[in-house]
C-alpha cells in the first residue's frame, strides 16, 4: 500500500482548502483513512478518520469545519478543510488501515500501519 498526500497550501485565515489522499497497490475499499498533522515543536495529533463502513470521527477542535470523504472508485480519501485559522498551520498526513476501526483507537497513530507524505498547510492572517 501506498498513500500521498496532496493539496496543502498556502492559504488565509478564513479560507478553505481540500486535502487529497490516493491510494495505490491495496483494496482502498477495505481500508480506514485517518488524517493526523503536526505543528512545528508539537506532536503528530489526530484531525479525522473515515472507515470502510463510511464511519466518520472528527478531533474536536475540527469539528464543524472539516469534513472526511472517500471516493473508492477513485482510491482517494479527502479531507475539505473550511474556516481554517492559524491554528491548523501543520504538516497533514494520510494513514490508512486494513480492516475496522474503533472509535477507541481511531486517534493514535499506532493504529495506523500505513502513511504518506505530509502536505504543507499554512494559514496566514
Known amino acids: 500500500v501506498q498513500l500521498q498526500a496532496s493539496g496543502g497550501g498556502l492559504v488565509q485565515v478564513g479560507g478553505s482548502l481540500r486535502l487529497s489522499c490516493a491510494a495505490s497497490?491495496?483494496?482502498?475499499?477495505?481500508?480506514?483513512v485517518g488524517w493526523f498533522r503536526q505543528a512545528p515543536g508539537k506532536e503528530r495529533e489526530f484531525v479525522a478518520t473515515i472507515s470502510w463502513r463510511i464511519q466518520t470521527y472528527y478531533a474536536d477542535s475540527v469539528k464543524g469545519r472539516f469534513t472526511i470523504s472517500r471516493d473508492n472508485a477513485k482510491n482517494t480519501a479527502y479531507l475539505q478543510m473550511n474556516s481554517l485559522n492559524s491554528e491548523d498551520t501543520a504538516v497533514y498526513y494520510c494513514?490508512?488501515?486494513?480492516?475496522?476501526?474503533?472509535?477507541?483507537?481511531?486517534?493514535?497513530?499506532?493504529?495506523?500501519?500505513?502513511w504518506g507524505q505530509g502536505t504543507l498547510v499554512t494559514v496566514s492572517s
Open positions: 497497490g491495496c483494496s482502498f475499499r477495505s481500508y480506514a
Open positions: 494513514a490508512a488501515v486494513y480492516g475496522e476501526v474503533y472509535s477507541s483507537s481511531v486517534g493514535k497513530p499506532v493504529t495506523y500501519d500505513t
